[in-house]
């Protein structure tokens, strides 16, 4: 019997642990603080940015909005987000992304402090990544990814896993943090040759390669957790995953994350966790 992955469950469950380890750190004097630098008024960014002020104050986080023109310099933002990592009151900053095609996106998301990197954005937080080091945050879809299987109760330790994907945002680090759980892996991607062949060998695939319903019936075995990370646009504004959700279902045993409803919703608990994890941090 199939079952759906549902990133609600998940969220109410962070969302409650997250909100009295704020409590517990406000006791103690220090309320958890997050920044949110938008540089332009990009639709995708506001949307993201409201979806992060109500989470925030759901678990009781403080925020601080600086929103500067699309225009603006990349001097004037680097000064800002310099004055950003300067103030011990702020614990995390959110950059949002992309930035203006005139300032340079490397330059400047690497200039943010690792410890207050609550998105994973940096090069120092991959390379925390990669090497088990706590000097930032992975990144949240990544992290998102750990939490649902971790939620559902899903074994790691020594059962197969194959990710489909090579991003430094999602594929890479996810493949890093199921290593560092001792899980067995693999990466794939949309030009590994014979892929249904890679995938039906799999305890676990997280399919986020960015094709719609890349992913069918075909690919999968009995019994397989399937993290579905992909968001497509169809022509008719619908949204689809990498993974053909009724093809999977129909998988004898699988276990699936819904598109939209999964690993998305997951996401946004994830940054407001990693601000109250960067607050208790700057106590040490």
Same mark, same amino acid.
């Given at each position: =019997?199939?079952?759906?992955?549902?990133? %609600?469950?998940?969220?109410?469950?962070?969302?409650?642990?997250?909100?009295?380890?704020?409590?517990?750190?406000?006791?103690?004097?220090?309320?958890p603080?997050?920044?949110?630098?938008?540089?332009?008024?990009?639709?995708? +960014?506001?949307?993201?940015?409201?979806?992060?002020?109500?989470?925030?104050?759901l678990?009781?986080?403080?925020?601080r909005?600086?929103?500067?023109?699309?225009?603006?310099?990349?001097?004037?933002?680097?000064?800002?987000?310099?004055?950003?990592?300067?103030?011990?009151?702020?614990?995390?900053v959110l950059?949002?992304? #992309?930035?203006?095609? @005139?300032?340079?996106?490397?330059?400047? !998301?690497?200039?943010?402090?690792?410890?207050?990197?609550?998105?994973?954005?940096?090069?120092?937080?991959?390379?925390?990544?990669?090497?088990?080091?706590?000097?930032?945050? #992975?990144?949240?879809?990544?992290?998102?990814? =750990? +939490?649902?299987?971790? @939620?559902?109760?899903?074994?790691?330790?020594? $059962?197969?896993? *194959?990710?489909?994907g !090579?991003?430094?945002?999602?594929? $890479?680090? *996810?493949? =890093?943090?199921?290593?560092?759980?001792?899980?067995?892996?693999?990466?794939? @991607?949309?030009?590994?040759?014979?892929?249904?062949?890679?995938?039906?060998? &799999?305890?676990?695939?997280?399919?986020?390669?960015? $094709?719609?319903?890349?992913?069918?019936?075909? @690919?999968?075995?009995?019994?397989?957790t399937?993290?579905?990370?992909?968001?497509?646009?169809? +022509?008719?504004?619908?949204?689809?995953?990498? *993974?053909?959700?009724?093809?999977?279902?129909?998988?004898?045993?699988?276990?699936?994350?819904?598109?939209?409803?999964?690993?998305? %919703?997951?996401?946004?608990?994830?940054?407001?966790?990693?601000?109250?994890?960067? &607050?208790?941090?700057?106590?040490?």
């Amino acid at each position: =019997m199939m079952q759906i992955l549902k990133g %609600a469950d998940v969220v109410a469950s962070m969302n409650e642990k997250t909100a009295r380890d704020a409590e517990a750190l406000r006791a103690q004097g220090v309320v958890p603080t997050l920044a949110i630098l938008r540089v332009g008024e990009r639709e995708d +960014e506001i949307a993201y940015e409201r979806g992060a002020l109500k989470r925030t104050e759901l678990v009781g986080i403080q925020t601080r909005q600086i929103t500067l023109d699309e225009q603006t310099s990349q001097e004037v933002l680097i000064a800002r987000l310099e004055a950003l990592n300067a103030d011990a009151g702020i614990h995390g900053v959110l950059l949002l992304r #992309p930035l203006p095609p @005139h300032i340079d996106d490397d330059v400047v !998301r690497n200039l943010l402090a690792p410890s207050k990197d609550i998105d994973g954005i940096t090069d120092s937080s991959i390379v925390g990544v990669f090497t088990g080091e706590d000097s930032g945050f #992975p990144p949240c879809t990544a992290q998102a990814c =750990m +939490e649902l299987l971790d @939620h559902y109760g899903v074994a790691l330790a020594g $059962k197969r896993a *194959v990710v489909v994907g !090579r991003s430094l945002v999602i594929g $890479k680090p *996810v493949a =890093m943090m199921l290593l560092a759980r001792n899980a067995t892996v693999t990466i794939a @991607h949309s030009r590994t040759a014979e892929l249904a062949h890679v995938t039906q060998e &799999a305890d676990i695939v997280i399919a986020c390669v960015g $094709k719609p319903q890349m992913l069918g019936a075909a @690919h999968f075995s009995a019994d397989t957790t399937i993290i579905d990370v992909g968001i497509n646009v169809r +022509e008719d504004d619908s949204l689809v995953g990498d *993974v053909d959700f009724e093809a999977a279902s129909a998988v004898p045993g699988v276990a699936l994350t819904p598109v939209p409803g999964g690993v998305g %919703a997951v996401t946004t608990s994830v940054l407001v966790k990693h601000v109250v994890e960067a &607050a208790r941090r700057s106590l040490v």
